[in-house]
């Protein structure tokens, strides 16, 4: 299995602050892997840290490496990291244009995108393939969409860059029971279409069934990494995560 994104003893820091104490961990292609840990322990962190973004919207690596097939990736920009490696964020509180449609929101997304005009409107038909909701208020502003339309148009956005590895922070984030299974059955059928997932998710059991690997973050430091179902019976991460 080829690994696409490793983590490599990864020490960052917001100000004065350490937040991630030597963390590493990989995604191999085609999989799902999620980080659980409380509030806190550095998984946003994490992911900003991947995605590149500078600080004082993101913490300052000083120690470890990110690499992407092998190539470091702590010299790239934010932009290259959508552009060339079709990585993308979907942030924890969504993060879309309020001001803008629905239609324009996902527009944006394809800015940096450099094929044909006929592969973007197939990538808005899949959008709205996956996402009914969204077609019916295309030409609606997104701040009067519910949480769970929100929700969809960020995934949606994160398709139409053209990403083949979505990073996803807590997608379950206010959304009703109903909504939220129907994101992750759509998450898994994107999974199954060939898209790699590294999810952050504070519902650990429900990360741990979606997920096939997983690892748990205390304090900034990895201290549990196994297939979703070994974590599931670990006794420690059973009662720390799981209720029980």
Same mark, same amino acid.
Not at 134 to 145: D, G, I, M, V
Not at 175 to 181: D, G
């Given at each position: 299995m080829n690994t696409l994104l490793e983590v490599k003893d990864l020490r960052v820091k917001y100000g004065n602050i350490e937040a991630l104490h030597g963390v590493s961990f990989n995604v191999n292609e085609g999989e799902i892997v999620t980080l659980i840990g409380a509030n806190g322990a550095g998984k946003t962190t994490t992911l900003l840290s991947i995605s590149r973004l500078p600080p004082p919207e993101a913490p300052k690596v000083i120690e470890g490496d990110i690499t992407w097939k092998g190539n470091s990736i702590l010299d790239m920009p934010p932009h290259k990291v959508i552009s060339? /490696?079709?990585? #993308?964020?979907? @942030?924890?509180?969504?993060?879309i244009f309020g001001n803008l449609t629905v239609e324009e929101n996902l527009k944006i997304a394809t800015y940096a995108r450099k094929d044909s005009i006929k592969d973007i409107h197939g990538d808005y038909d899949r959008v709205f393939t996956l996402f009914p909701r $969204?077609?019916? %208020? =295309? =030409?609606?502003? +997104?701040? *009067? $969409?519910s949480g769970g339309e929100q929700q969809m148009l960020a995934?949606?956005?994160a398709i139409m860059s053209k990403c083949n590895f979505i990073m996803l922070d807590e997608p379950s984030?206010?959304? #009703? @029971? /109903?909504?939220?299974?129907?994101?992750? %059955?759509? $998450?898994?059928?994107l999974n199954k279409e060939g898209l790699s997932i590294l999810l952050i998710e504070q519902n650990a059991h429900l990360a741990l069934k979606f997920a096939h690997r997983g690892y748990v973050l205390d304090t900034?430091?990895?201290? #549990? *990494?196994? +297939? +979703? #179902?070994d974590l599931m019976d670990n006794p420690e991460v059973k009662k720390a995560y799981l209720g029980g």
């Open positions: 060339d /490696l079709h990585l #993308a964020l979907v @942030p924890e509180g969504r993060h $969204l077609a019916e %208020r =295309k =030409k609606q502003r +997104s701040e *009067s $969409l995934v949606g956005r984030m206010g959304l #009703a @029971p /109903l909504l939220m299974y129907d994101m992750f %059955r759509t $998450l898994k059928q900034g430091e990895i201290v #549990a *990494s196994g +297939s +979703s #179902a």
